[in-house]
């Protein structure tokens, strides 16, 4: 008897693609020295650029000064993002940052600039210590607008925590 190996269901297949897409993206980012180096991969020659949010401001909480290694005293920076190529919206970001662990110029690129804060330390060899992450997609049907959230600690070369954010990666940044 000859039996002929049917193809599977265009859903399943899709299934699995989209699955796929969501699992490289998490290992793009958690394998990369920083999100901006991961994201700029998937966009090529077009840069990311970020659309900053100068009215947001929330406070370092007790647990993240901490992780921080900053008493109660020590300024810590705040800044809310979007990381954009092209069109494509790719993520949504939080980032409390020390600011007296950084030069004036990366400071002042923070404070008033539009480039991603991975870019602006890269001088500092930032790598990250996950400390959580969460697939907030199961593949299935048509992909929700977050599809990933991660949580780090960016650290300098030295091992010394220069922040912490919390990027909520969005559909876009699944298309390569």
């Not at 949504?92 to 990366?106: D, F, K, Q």
């Not at 049907?141 to 600690?153: C, E, F, T």
């Amino acid at each position: 008897m000859i039996v002929a190996a049917l193809p599977a269901p265009l859903p399943m297949v899709m299934e699995i693609v989209q699955k796929d897409l969501v699992a490289s993206l998490d290992a793009d980012l958690l394998r990369g020295p920083t999100a901006t180096a991961a994201l700029q991969r998937r966009c090529g020659d077009v840069p990311v650029r970020v659309e900053v949010d100068r009215t947001a401001h929330r406070p370092a909480s007790a647990a993240q000064r901490k992780r921080l290694g900053v008493g109660p005293e020590e300024p810590v920076g705040y800044r809310k993002v979007r990381l954009i190529c092209g069109k494509r919206i790719l993520s949504e970001a939080e980032n409390w940052y020390v600011p007296g662990r950084l030069t004036a110029a990366m400071n002042k690129a923070l404070d008033s600039g539009t480039r991603p804060y991975g870019a602006v330390i890269a001088p500092l060899h930032p790598h990250r210590r996950t400390l959580a992450h969460e697939r907030l997609w199961d593949g299935r049907g048509k992909a929700p607008r977050a599809v990933l959230r991660h949580s780090a600690l960016v650290m300098s070369d030295r091992n010394v925590p220069l922040a912490e954010v919390v990027e909520t990666y969005l559909n876009g940044a699944l298309i390569r």
